[in-house]
T-cell receptor, first 112, second 114 residues
Framework: GDSVTQMEGPVTLSEEAFLTINCTYT??????LFWYVQYPGEGLQLLLK?????DKGSNKGFEATYRKETTSFHLEKGSVQVSDSAVYFC???????????FGAGTQVVVTP | EPEVTQTPSHQVTQMGQEVILRCVPI?????FYWYRQILGQKVEFLVS????????KSEIFDDQFSVERPDGSNFTLKIRSTKLEDSAMYFC????????????FGDGTRLSIL
């Protein structure tokens, strides 16, 4: 079945460091791919999305490119801030009803 | 920006009792969802709802669970006889067009079963 695998955390970084969170997926066909972020004590917020191969989603300095050949959707940010500390979830939608399948989440801790 | 709102933020219930979690989706959205997140685990899909009926449900969504859209604004999740393992954060979400638009999530209801 469809599934999402993302790197385990926590990932601890210093402010202004480069962040990469790996995400790979298995799916029959071509799902839509998403990154959601969960700040402490809050719900899930959509960070960015890509709906077809080679699409690049971007928001708030974060980027991810839909790579069909490697079935990946890695999240990157060039210079993280303390306020980026959160749990990041990679997810996919495959069916028309919009059922989201999430990865396990990666906690990111950014220190001053 | 329109928001999905959930109430209550925290619900404490005795095992075996019924609980109703409430959600107000974004007003022009047509697709509604419930997810749950057991502490320390991944977010899991429970059910999707469209056109006043369940469109898809997971294995978790057994006979103890039900969903309802009693009026034009609310979307509820009922657990008939709660178990300890139902303790989790429950998230409601809505979207304008199923798989073609991203889902917007509420802040969740933390359900604690004693």
């Amino acid at each position: 079945g469809d599934s999402v695998t993302q790197m385990e955390g926590p990932v601890t970084l210093s402010e202004e460091a480069f962040l990469t969170i790996n995400c790979t997926y298995t799916a029959t066909g071509y799902p839509s791919l998403f990154w959601y972020v969960q700040y402490p004590g809050e719900g899930l917020q959509l960070l960015l999305k890509a709906t077809k191969a080679d699409d690049k989603g971007s928001n708030k300095g974060f980027e991810a490119t839909y790579r069909k050949e490697t079935t990946s959707f890695h999240l990157e940010k060039g210079s993280v801030q303390v306020s980026d500390s959160a749990v990041y979830f990679c997810a996919l939608i495959y069916d028309s009803w919009g059922k989201l399948q999430f990865g396990a989440g990666t906690q990111v801790v950014v220190t001053p | 920006e329109p928001e999905v709102t959930q109430t209550p933020s925290h619900q404490v219930t005795q095992m075996g009792q019924e609980v109703i979690l409430r959600c107000v989706p974004i007003s022009n959205h047509l697709y509604f969802y419930w997810y749950r997140q057991i502490l320390g685990q991944k977010v899991e899909f429970l059910v999707s709802f469209y056109n006043n009926e369940i469109s898809e449900k997971s294995e978790i969504f057994d006979d103890q669970f039900s969903v309802e859209r009693p009026d034009g604004s609310n979307f509820t999740l009922k657990i008939r006889s709660t178990k300890l393992e139902d303790s989790a954060m429950y998230f409601c979400a809505s979207s304008g067009d199923g798989g073609n638009q991203p889902q917007h999530f509420g802040d969740g209801t933390r359900l604690s079963i004693l």
